[in-house]
């Protein structure tokens, strides 16, 4: 049996190795920790934030839970408008976001699937005030102690007793997923068990009130008066059939009160007449569709609309004609890339050819003028094009002035996509320039002496000789010219006009005017998928491999 070799500490050689190797992998990872997480802090994690927007749709169940838990059950063929319980789950809903001025974001959501919705939320925001004062006046005529906010406080609150925690966890995760912010429980309230079982919808609808109180307006329960939408709950509780019964046994504060109001006579409110005088939009079908097809909490819908499509009650169906841009837009995009790279190419190689063989004295002073672009704006650049391209500008009038064009019938250079090309081209023009003059600045010369020697003439020398060799510039300039074009939006959005614009400006005009995040998210997501593609097909018809920046 061979002995054991040992390190110089006693310990086994493998053993001592392989701790060696990984406090120097460790020492490598340490090196390089700070990098990697600026990088998943600034770079991965925001994409994929904006990524996962794409799919995201939580805004309609967070703003009105209630509806869309009743709504579920709804059938269009059947019902063409929902009955009275989907506009009673619709009225607590609103009012609460409301107050919280959030319904307006949940019409702007549901307005990119549907023109007018938007306007309906905000008009319907603003009267539900007058649907509870109605049953807010009714009970003060009965009993002036309705009015008084200490005595709803003193119905409602448990004191020390703090048994209906299931509530105010509930109301608590409610606002929270309706805000986004943190709210306390800890409010100097805690609701009654055994009235949330007597009046469960009015304990509730008071609980959400509270909390919002304490943590949001930052007043004090027992000293403001509640809600309007809290007389229309207990008004509803007391319509129900059971809840006599159920107040004729409770004994706690209020009681004398509460069966006054369950004797009385009090005034019938139909909540889809209220909601159908706010805004007749409420007795549409197509209204409670988008609703109801837009309530789960992820949605392919962006992604749908990125290619012209929509997601219907009816199924996946082709946008309006007059509405289909975005594949347009794609095909534009790739298609204008494709062509200021291949200009690139075509302008480039000349100059990098020119740069590589002319002598290095020379050559060092043309380079500076390859640079000097990367010293100047680049919307002073694009700004620039603007003037030389327009109608009356210095490239027409220079071909006006040679002859070239009559003075009545000038080029058209400008807000179309030869304008895009054009100053595209010009910007991106270095990108192509310095990857190729690395390559070619490599390639001896003498190899070109040498096929002439053997009989080649100079295309034939050129073409099967030098040109092979500077195929991985080539390739590095492509990639890069594609990759900047294909995402370029401040020279499309100013030489571009209708026609020459990318979809990376439908990117940014959804990011920074609609603020339909989504939907950018989406575009975002297919242009990235595209980019990739083309990637893969380079690699497998060109080589990834054989891309050079020079050396």
């Known amino acids: 049996m061979s002995e054991q070799v040992l390190a110089a500490d006693g310990r086994p050689l493998k053993a001592s190795l392989n701790r060696a190797l990984r406090r120097q992998k460790t020492r490598a990872l340490l090196l390089i920790a700070p990098l990697l997480l600026f990088i998943m802090l600034t770079f991965i994690i925001p994409i994929g934030q ?31 408008v929902p009955d009275e319980p989907v506009f009673q789950a619709l009225f607590y809903d ?48 009965l009993n002036p102690v309705w009015a008084e906010g200490a005595f709803w406080y003193d119905m409602m609150n448990a004191g020390t007793d703090a048994s209906a925690t299931a509530v105010i966890r509930q109301a608590r995760r409610q606002l929270e997923d309706l805000t986004s912010d943190d709210f306390r429980t800890d409010i100097g309230f805690a609701p009654r068990a055994d009235l949330a079982t007597v009046l ?24 403001e008066d509640p809600w309007e939408s809290i007389y229309a709950a207990l008004a509803d509780d007391l319509a129900d059939p059971a809840t006599a019964d159920r107040i004729a046994s409770y004994s706690g504060p209020a009681a004398a009160e509460l069966a006054a109001l369950s004797a009385a006579e009090l005034p019938e409110v139909s909540y ?69 790279t291949g200009s690139c190419i075509l302008l480039g190689y000349p100059v990098a050819w020119m740069l590589a063989n002319l002598p290095a004295r020379t050559a060092n002073l043309l380079m500076i003028l390859v640079l000097l672009p990367f010293w100047t704006s680049l919307l002073v650049r694009t ?137 950018a998210a989406a575009l975002g997501a297919i242009l990235l998928a595209v980019v990739l593609l083309l990637y893969w097909a380079y690699d497998r018809i060109v080589g990834i491999d054989n891309v050079k920046l020079g050396g």
């Open 50 to 80: 904006m990524l996962f927007r794409s799919v995201e749709n939580q805004i309609v169940s967070n703003t009105i839970p209630q509806t869309v838990e009743v709504l579920s059950d709804w059938d269009s063929d059947t019902t063409p």
């Open 94 to 141: 609103m009012f609460l976001a409301a107050e919280a001025k959030e319904h307006t974001r949940l019409g702007s959501r549901l307005n990119y699937e549907q023109s007018g919705i938007s306007s309906m939320f905000r008009r319907s925001g603003r009267g539900l005030d007058d649907v509870g004062e109605i049953y807010q006046d009714a009970f003060e005529e």
């Open 200 to 223: 469960p919808r009015t304990t509730r609808e008071y609980t959400l009130w509270a909390l919002y109180t304490v943590n949001v307006d930052e007043d004090v329960v027992a000293e």
């Open 272 to 340: 889809k007449d209220a909601f159908a005088e706010l805004d007749e939009g409420w007795l549409e079908t197509r209204v409670w569709k988008t609703i109801q097809t837009y309530s789960p909490p992820f949605t392919p819908g962006y992604f749908l609309n990125s290619i012209d499509l929509e997601k219907t009650a009816d199924g996946v169906q082709w946008r309006p004609e007059n509405q289909q841009i975005y594949l347009t837009l794609f095909w534009r995009t790739i298609v204008m890339s494709l062509t200021i």
């Open 383 to 519: 700004s620039a094009w603007k003037v030389l391209l327009q109608d009356q500008g210095v490239i027409n009038s220079l071909l006006v002035w040679i002859g070239l064009v009559a003075d009545d019938n000038r080029l058209s250079l400008i807000n179309n996509a030869t304008g895009t090309i054009i100053a595209m081209t010009h910007i991106l023009l270095p990108f192509m320039i310095l990857p190729l003059y690395s390559v070619l600045k490599t390639i001896p010369p003498s190899y070109l002496r040498a096929a002439k020697s053997l009989g080649a003439t100079n295309w034939t020398a050129f073409w099967r000789v030098y040109f092979p060799q500077s195929i991985p510039g080539i390739g590095a300039g492509s990639i890069l010219c594609f990759i900047l074009s294909i995402g370029y939006y401040i020279t499309p959005e100013i030489v571009g006009g209708t026609k020459g614009v990318f979809i990376s400006n439908r990117i940014a005009y959804h990011i920074s005017t609609s603020l339909n995040w989504g939907l």
